[in-house]
């Protein structure tokens, strides 16, 4: 099985910066495309970014594209998501999750993290 731990959220005031990191344990790890999504009280979870673990083809939902950006260190095993200019109605429990076949990045994810808390105050 694989694991994956989120960490770095927090609260921040608006206008400010954070990094989330994702890192993926288990006996064997292979993801073919790996995202970020969000939950927001009284709201359904929805899609922030992807990426292609091999190719590091990116995918940005239109609500943060140009403020977030996903990365991964193959040789950690590790995801991130540097958020900038965040904003108040981007406060949510954030999850990354990962693929175990070759999907689209639109496509059903296999492995999910705990998720990590972002509280952006106005």
């Known amino acids: 099985q694989v694991q994956l731990v989120e960490s770095g959220g927090g609260l921040v005031q608006a206008g400010g910066s954070l990094r989330l990191s994702c890192a993926a344990s288990g006996r064997t790890f292979s993801s073919y495309v790996m995202g970020w999504f969000r939950q927001a009280p009284g709201k359904e979870r929805e899609f922030v970014a992807a990426?292609?673990?091999?190719?590091?083809?990116?995918y940005y939902a239109d609500s943060v594209k140009g403020r977030f950006t996903i990365s991964r260190d193959s040789a950690k095993n590790t995801l991130y998501l540097q958020m900038n200019s965040l904003k108040p109605e981007d406060t949510a429990v954030y999850y990354c999750a990962g693929q175990a076949a070759r999907r689209s990045w639109s496509g059903k994810y296999d492995y999910w993290g705990q998720g990590t808390q972002v509280t952006v105050s106005s």
């Open positions: 990426i292609s673990w091999i190719g590091g083809s990116t």
